[in-house]
């Protein structure tokens, strides 16, 4: 019985050791953060402006009644009677031996009869409840180059239940990124005219017959219409009719703008004996060199050069820093019509032909048509990669002041990362209230690639017609590959890239988060105590190494009983040979 209660004796000190330095989780949650409209070239906002004017009606909730309903639930129909109240004079007759009445005035109440009522609704009611908005709205918006951010931690610390006062100790701070993400947008400057419609609403109906009761009224949520169509857009590179209505989201008419183009056609004379012919397009369709010899005429593409202003827009996530986004856009595209070239040089029968039905300096009209496209050549175009790389924050405030390992004299706040809150020592209760804030950076790497690209169209098909250099009508060559939805792509070699630009800047738009407060309370709550420790850290007892104390202790235990047995077996011995004949031996 001695080994058992020192097992548990030991047991039980060991867990009472232990349980004095368990911590309790402090968990204020997922904090999220959030910044928008931040340049990418530098710290700070960047410049972004939109604006509109609608011109048109709009409404809410406006309802319209169609046909009615007459009558009333309560109709009377037979009017009722009040009651009323008939009095009369009983005189009293002496007959002698006896009377007859009272000599008094009686009175009797007649009670009414109440009135008829039935329901006389008749008719059927249509109630619309409409809400909407229609006509043209004019706006634009104007974006020097920005970013949008968003970074979510969950943030925790391992705070011990209670605390030596005046003793160095740590509260065990950790944090993990849960979700971040980053959209760029590159300079871009845009107009536009969109035509809107926009419904929505619900039905109700009621129909009554008299002397039946009404029909339980019915409700219906009405087709709605939500329509933004841009009409006209502009921006740098082109003006757009119709945006987004024609094939693959492309717009139906477009005039190029930056975004201009030499286009190099030949063909042959159709006079014996044949010679060749070229002609040279540049912006807005016009003829820089034509050497053939009028309208109509037939020629095949050769080849073509484009420049463009390119609008790169980026975006990334991830629960890893950093946090990464990519895009790129052409800048200036040659391409060489391998089918065109093969027709001009080795006489192949041509796969593709313009058309040239009208061209005048005012007025141009014209058509292709290819049956097989190959077009090949080198593209430069401009990359831009992110790097958002979010840190987690925080500014802690200190109800009592305290000391920080490292620092000298009091401290009513601390402000650094949260992973590398140091080791602190308190003389009394104290409330620590944090405040947890985003210290970000961004890098911005900028560079060209230079790279090698063929498309093959089956069936391309396009028309174009313009006055004075402006497309009035416009159909973007479509092919059998986009009304299957197959890719053009030939081939596309790696791309040489080349680095121009590269800068890691603060990011900040970041709004700070308050949390929860928490408490550090001292083992002995009487006050600082005597025998300040402050400057040398003193370590927390493990609860490892007081099991190993606790187990030590069981063993030592253990092995001093069979001591004692061989003891009292020596003691019993002894007493059985000297005891006298006849005398009884104690169990004791």
């Not at 004079?89 to 009445?101: A, C, H, M, Q, R």
């Not at 890719?487 to 890239?497: C, R, Y």
């Amino acid at each position: 019985m001695r080994i058992t209660a020192n097992f548990f004796a030991v047991l039980i000190g060991t867990i009472s050791l232990s349980s004095a330095n368990a911590g309790v989780l402090y968990d204020p949650g997922t904090l999220n953060f959030a910044s928008s409209g931040q340049s990418i070239w530098a710290s700070g906002n960047a410049f972004r402006k939109q604006d509109s004017v609608f011109v048109g009606t709009q409404w809410s909730n406006k309802t319209a009644t169609i046909g009615g309903i007459v009558g009333n639930q309560n109709t009377v129909i037979i009017p009722g009677t009040s009651s009323y109240t008939v009095r009369w004079y009983e005189p009293k007759i002496n007959l002698g031996f006896t009377s007859i009445g009272c000599g008094c005035t009686k009175s009797k109440t007649i009670p009414g009869i109440p009135a008829v009522t039935a329901d006389t609704r008749t008719g059927a009611e249509i109630n619309l409840h409409t809400s909407g908005k229609v006509g043209l709205e004019f706006g634009y918006s104007i974006d020097s180059g920005s970013v949008d951010t968003t970074a979510g931690f969950r943030a925790s610390a391992d705070l011990p239940d209670t605390v030596e006062p005046n003793k160095y100790f740590s509260i065990g701070t950790n944090s993990t990124l849960v979700d971040g993400t980053i959209q760029t947008q590159s300079p871009k400057i845009e107009a536009y005219m969109s035509a809107i419609l926009k419904l929505s609403g619900s039905m109700d109906a009621q129909a009554c017959l008299a002397p039946f009761s009404c029909s339980g009224k019915g409700t219906a949520r009405l087709p709605s219409i939500d329509m933004d169509q841009r009409i006209l857009s502009a921006d740098v590179n082109s003006i757009k009719l119709l945006d987004g209505a024609g094939p693959s989201g492309d717009p139906i008419a477009e005039t190029k703008l930056f975004n201009q183009g030499l286009t190099l056609q030949g063909g042959f004379t159709t006079t014996a004996p044949p010679a060749p012919v070229f002609k040279l397009t540049g912006p807005g369709g016009i003829s820089l060199v034509n050497t053939a010899p009028g309208v109509p005429a037939v020629t095949a593409n050769l080849a073509e050069l484009e420049v463009q202003v390119p609008d790169i827009a980026t975006n990334g996530g991830g629960a890893k820093t950093p946090i990464t986004s990519s895009g790129r856009d052409d800048v200036i595209s040659a391409t060489v019509d391998i089918d065109g070239v093969a027709t001009m040089v080795a006489g192949l029968p041509p796969a593709g032909l313009n058309f040239d039905l009208i061209d005048t300096p005012v007025f141009k009209l014209g058509a292709s048509l290819d049956l097989i496209d190959v077009d090949a050549g080198p593209v430069l175009g401009v990359t831009q990669d992110f790097e958002f790389k979010p840190e987690l924050m925080t500014t802690v405030n200190f109800d009592n002041p305290i000391h920080i390992n490292g620092l000298t004299g009091d401290q009513t706040s601390w402000t650094g990362k949260w992973d590398e809150f140091p080791e602190i020592a308190i003389s009394r209760d104290t409330t620590f209230d944090p405040t947890f804030w985003i210290a970000a950076t961004l890098t911005n790497n900028m560079g060209l690639d230079l790279g090698l690209e063929g498309t093959l169209d089956v069936l391309k098909l396009g028309a174009t017609a313009s006055v004075g250099g402006i497309d009035v009508l416009g159909l973007n060559p479509i092919s059998l590959n986009e009304l299957l939805g197959i890719g053009n792509t030939l081939f596309e070699t790696d791309k040489l890239g080349f680095g121009i630009y590269s800068d890691t800047f603060s990011l900040g738009g970041f709004a700070p988060r308050a949390a929860s407060v928490f408490t550090l309370r001292l083992a002995n709550t009487g006050g600082g105590g005597s025998g300040s420790n402050i400057g040398a850290s003193v370590p927390e007892p493990d609860s490892r190494w007081l099991l190993s104390l606790g187990l030590l202790g069981l063993l030592l235990v253990g092995r001093r009983r069979p001591a004692k047995a061989s003891i009292n077996k020596r003691s019993r011995a002894v007493m059985r040979m000297t005891r006298p004949r006849g005398a009884q031996m104690s169990n004791c």
